[in-house]
């Protein structure tokens, strides 16, 4: 099973990126998709995830407003759009899957992982 983060890059102050999940060998259409960052020397964070009908989204306080999570069912791929990005969005983001998600978006909900893309935001 595999899970791969794609889109990262670098942006300056206010850009957007769209992050991309693509899965393998696991069905997203039965998976909710949880998106992660971590900066250097910081804790892994819950960023967003959408449940398995992609019909609800929950966002951290950070990324409330400038980010939405999507998941297309039968495409097996989940994205994150994000703009008006800031410096502090500068980290490796990860995908993650699982079979439920909530308000509460954490690692430990999360079975199933991804490799991470680098998003760097100038200022």
């Known amino acids: 099973v595999q899970l791969q983060a794609s889109g990262g890059g670098l942006v300056q102050a206010g850009g957007s990126l769209r992050l991309s999940c693509a899965a393998s060998?696991?069905?997203?259409?039965?998976?909710?998709v949880g998106w992660f960052r971590q900066a250097p020397g910081k804790e892994r964070e819950g960023v967003s995830c959408?449940?398995?009908?992609?019909?609800?989204?929950y966002y951290a306080d950070s990324v409330k407003g400038r980010f939405t999570v999507s998941k297309i069912n039968g495409k097996n791929t989940a994205y994150l759009q994000m703009n008006n990005l800031k410096p502090e969005d500068t980290a490796v983001y990860y995908c993650?899957?699982?079979?439920?998600?909530?308000?509460?978006?954490?690692?430990?909900?999360?079975?199933?992982w991804g490799q991470g893309t680098q998003v760097t935001v100038s200022s």
């Open positions: 959408t449940n398995i009908n992609g019909d609800k989204t």
């Open positions: 993650a899957a699982t079979r439920w998600c909530g308000v509460e978006i954490a690692t430990s909900l999360f079975h199933t």
């Open positions: 060998r696991l069905d997203l259409d039965g998976h909710a």
